[in-house]
Protein backbone atom coordinates (compact mmCIF):
# COMPACT_ATOMS: atom_id res chain seq x y z
CA UNK A 1 0.00 0.00 0.00
CA UNK A 2 1.43 3.70 -1.28
CA UNK A 3 1.04 6.70 1.37
CA UNK A 4 0.17 9.42 -0.53
CA UNK A 5 -1.60 12.64 -0.62
CA UNK A 6 -4.11 14.42 -2.61
CA UNK A 7 -3.99 18.19 -2.02
CA UNK A 8 -2.30 17.46 0.87
CA UNK A 9 -4.54 15.29 2.48
CA UNK A 10 -3.27 11.11 3.26
CA UNK A 11 -4.83 9.00 0.56
CA UNK A 12 -3.79 5.15 0.07
CA UNK A 13 -3.50 2.50 -2.57
CA UNK A 14 -4.59 -0.95 -2.62
CA UNK A 15 -1.04 -2.26 -2.95
CA UNK A 16 2.56 -0.85 -4.04
CA UNK A 17 3.74 -0.41 -7.83
CA UNK A 18 5.98 -3.36 -9.20
CA UNK A 19 9.34 -3.08 -8.78
CA UNK A 20 11.98 -2.45 -10.91
CA UNK A 21 13.59 -5.54 -12.51
CA UNK A 22 10.45 -8.17 -12.04
CA UNK A 23 8.83 -9.03 -14.73
CA UNK A 24 5.57 -7.03 -15.85
CA UNK A 25 2.06 -8.44 -15.69
CA UNK A 26 -0.15 -9.00 -18.59
CA UNK A 27 -2.97 -7.25 -18.65
CA UNK A 28 -6.08 -6.44 -20.59
CA UNK A 29 -7.34 -2.93 -21.01
CA UNK A 30 -10.29 -1.14 -23.26
CA UNK A 31 -9.77 0.68 -26.08
CA UNK A 32 -11.00 4.14 -27.35
CA UNK A 33 -12.70 2.03 -30.47
CA UNK A 34 -13.83 -0.79 -27.32
CA UNK A 35 -11.21 -3.10 -28.90
CA UNK A 36 -9.68 -5.07 -26.07
CA UNK A 37 -5.89 -4.57 -25.67
CA UNK A 38 -3.61 -6.33 -23.57
CA UNK A 39 0.42 -5.27 -23.05
CA UNK A 40 1.44 -8.52 -24.74
CA UNK A 41 0.41 -6.68 -28.08
CA UNK A 42 3.57 -4.41 -27.40
CA UNK A 43 5.93 -6.85 -26.74
CA UNK A 44 9.60 -6.11 -28.62
CA UNK A 45 9.26 -2.40 -27.48
CA UNK A 46 9.93 -0.26 -24.62
CA UNK A 47 6.45 0.48 -22.89
CA UNK A 48 5.61 4.00 -20.95
CA UNK A 49 2.31 3.20 -18.42
CA UNK A 50 0.98 6.61 -17.84
CA UNK A 51 -1.44 6.22 -14.86
CA UNK A 52 -3.54 8.50 -13.85
CA UNK A 53 -7.22 9.56 -12.23
CA UNK A 54 -8.95 11.13 -15.06
CA UNK A 55 -8.24 12.67 -18.29
CA UNK A 56 -10.81 15.69 -17.85
CA UNK A 57 -8.54 17.34 -14.87
CA UNK A 58 -5.67 19.41 -15.57
CA UNK A 59 -2.83 17.65 -14.56
CA UNK A 60 -3.67 14.46 -15.72
CA UNK A 61 -4.31 16.20 -19.62
CA UNK A 62 -1.04 17.89 -19.09
CA UNK A 63 0.76 14.77 -18.31
CA UNK A 64 -1.16 12.74 -21.59
CA UNK A 65 0.13 16.06 -23.86
CA UNK A 66 3.54 16.04 -22.47
CA UNK A 67 4.05 11.99 -23.10
CA UNK A 68 2.37 12.86 -26.69
CA UNK A 69 4.58 15.32 -27.50
CA UNK A 70 7.80 13.37 -26.07
CA UNK A 71 6.09 9.94 -27.78
CA UNK A 72 7.07 11.33 -31.21
CA UNK A 73 10.79 10.97 -30.48
CA UNK A 74 11.31 8.30 -28.78
CA UNK A 75 12.12 5.05 -31.40
CA UNK A 76 10.58 1.70 -30.45
CA UNK A 77 8.65 2.47 -27.50
CA UNK A 78 4.29 2.96 -27.20
CA UNK A 79 2.96 4.97 -24.56
CA UNK A 80 -0.20 3.67 -23.00
CA UNK A 81 -2.46 6.25 -21.08
CA UNK A 82 -4.02 3.80 -18.69
CA UNK A 83 -7.62 5.64 -16.29
CA UNK A 84 -10.87 4.61 -15.46
CA UNK A 85 -12.16 7.17 -17.54
CA UNK A 86 -14.73 5.83 -20.61
CA UNK A 87 -13.29 4.50 -23.39
CA UNK A 88 -15.88 7.54 -24.73
CA UNK A 89 -14.68 10.59 -22.87
CA UNK A 90 -11.00 9.02 -23.51
CA UNK A 91 -11.68 9.27 -27.44
CA UNK A 92 -13.65 12.77 -26.87
CA UNK A 93 -10.44 14.43 -25.33
CA UNK A 94 -7.87 12.94 -28.02
CA UNK A 95 -9.91 14.57 -30.91
CA UNK A 96 -10.46 17.46 -29.26
CA UNK A 97 -6.53 17.71 -28.36
CA UNK A 98 -5.16 16.50 -31.25
CA UNK A 99 -3.75 13.52 -29.25
CA UNK A 100 -2.18 11.82 -31.88
CA UNK A 101 0.95 9.54 -30.41
CA UNK A 102 0.10 7.57 -27.38
CA UNK A 103 -2.89 4.66 -26.20
CA UNK A 104 -5.21 5.88 -24.18
CA UNK A 105 -6.59 2.72 -22.39
CA UNK A 106 -9.39 2.05 -20.06
CA UNK A 107 -9.33 0.28 -16.54
CA UNK A 108 -13.26 0.50 -15.92
CA UNK A 109 -14.15 -3.13 -16.78
CA UNK A 110 -10.46 -4.78 -15.50
CA UNK A 111 -8.65 -5.69 -12.33
CA UNK A 112 -5.31 -3.48 -13.81
CA UNK A 113 -5.61 -1.24 -10.84
CA UNK A 114 -5.42 -3.98 -8.07
CA UNK A 115 -2.93 -6.13 -10.04
CA UNK A 116 0.02 -2.78 -10.80
CA UNK A 117 -1.32 -1.64 -6.80
CA UNK A 118 -2.45 1.33 -7.95
CA UNK A 119 -6.00 1.61 -7.13
CA UNK A 120 -7.67 4.03 -4.38
CA UNK A 121 -8.68 2.66 -1.32
CA UNK A 122 -9.76 5.88 0.00
CA UNK A 123 -10.47 9.57 -0.17
CA UNK A 124 -12.55 11.57 -2.56
CA UNK A 125 -10.95 10.02 -5.75
CA UNK A 126 -11.11 6.34 -4.24
CA UNK A 127 -12.23 3.74 -7.04
CA UNK A 128 -9.39 5.66 -9.60
CA UNK A 129 -6.14 4.62 -10.21
CA UNK A 130 -3.10 6.89 -8.72
CA UNK A 131 -0.87 9.04 -10.41
CA UNK A 132 2.32 6.60 -11.34
CA UNK A 133 4.53 5.96 -14.40
CA UNK A 134 5.68 2.52 -15.11
CA UNK A 135 8.53 1.66 -17.55
CA UNK A 136 8.88 -1.83 -19.50
CA UNK A 137 11.90 -2.94 -21.61
CA UNK A 138 11.48 -4.60 -24.93
CA UNK A 139 12.08 -7.88 -22.80
CA UNK A 140 9.01 -7.28 -20.26
CA UNK A 141 10.95 -6.41 -17.67
CA UNK A 142 10.38 -3.35 -15.29
CA UNK A 143 12.94 -0.49 -15.61
CA UNK A 144 11.67 2.12 -13.95
CA UNK A 145 8.73 3.10 -11.36
CA UNK A 146 7.41 6.13 -9.93
CA UNK A 147 4.36 6.25 -7.79
CA UNK A 148 4.07 10.52 -7.84
CA UNK A 149 4.16 11.03 -3.78
CA UNK A 150 1.26 14.15 -4.54
CA UNK A 151 -1.44 13.20 -7.29
CA UNK A 152 -1.73 16.94 -8.01
CA UNK A 153 1.63 16.36 -9.07
CA UNK A 154 3.03 16.01 -12.58
CA UNK A 155 5.09 12.90 -12.71
CA UNK A 156 8.98 13.18 -13.64
CA UNK A 157 8.93 12.82 -17.25
CA UNK A 158 12.41 13.48 -17.39
CA UNK A 159 13.33 10.30 -15.53
CA UNK A 160 10.77 7.72 -17.33
CA UNK A 161 12.02 9.05 -20.52
CA UNK A 162 15.28 8.46 -19.37
CA UNK A 163 14.35 4.94 -18.87
CA UNK A 164 13.80 4.33 -22.08
CA UNK A 165 17.15 5.72 -23.64
Keep these: MANITFKGNPV????????????AQDFTL??????EKSLKAFQGKY????IFPSVNTGVCAASVRKFNEDAAQLPNTTVLCI???????????CGAEGIKNVVMLSDFRSDFGKTYGVELTDG?????????????DPQGKIVYEEQVPEIAQEPNYSEALAAVK
Design 30 to 35: TAVDLS
Design 83 to 93: SKDLPFAQAQF
Design 12 to 23: HTIGALPKVGTE
Design 47 to 50: VILN
Design 124 to 136: PLRGLLSRAVVVI
